[in-house]
């Protein structure tokens, strides 16, 4: 209260959609960096790869409110997918981002 706005989720009655995610063509791996272990030593290390298969980590994943994520695809897979564009419809006001 006060000058404090109550917080809500803008997002959670929103529709959300990708035109790519990680494993919707078939299992795909990937791989993130831990940073603390990449600080400590260097790029290569700290790698952790898992794969992702169809429906593993949907877009939906990205909004609702858990610790799930959205995976997009691997570059590795193509280079067309070091753009995908995520599309979060408010329902009243609309805002595209890209990733
Ligand atoms: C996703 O859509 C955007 C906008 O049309 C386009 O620039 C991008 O290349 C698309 N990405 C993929 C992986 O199709």
Redesign the pocket.
């Known amino acids: 209260s006060g000058l404090f706005p109550v917080v809500f989720n803008l997002a959670r009655r929103a529709k959300i959609t990708?035109?790519?995610t990680c494993g919707e063509r078939g299992p795909e791996q990937y791989c993130r960096l831990v940073e603390h272990v990449k600080r400590q030593y260097g790029e290569t290390a700290g790698l952790q790869c898992s794969v992702c298969a169809e429906g593993n980590h949907p877009i939906e994943n990205a909004i609702d409110g858990t610790r799930s994520w959205w995976q997009s695809?691997s570059i590795a897979q193509?280079f067309?997918?070091?753009?995908?564009?995520v599309t979060l419809d408010l329902q009243q006001a609309s805002k595209a981002i890209?990733v």
């Open positions: 990708a035109n790519a695809p193509g067309k997918y070091h753009s995908v564009t890209s």
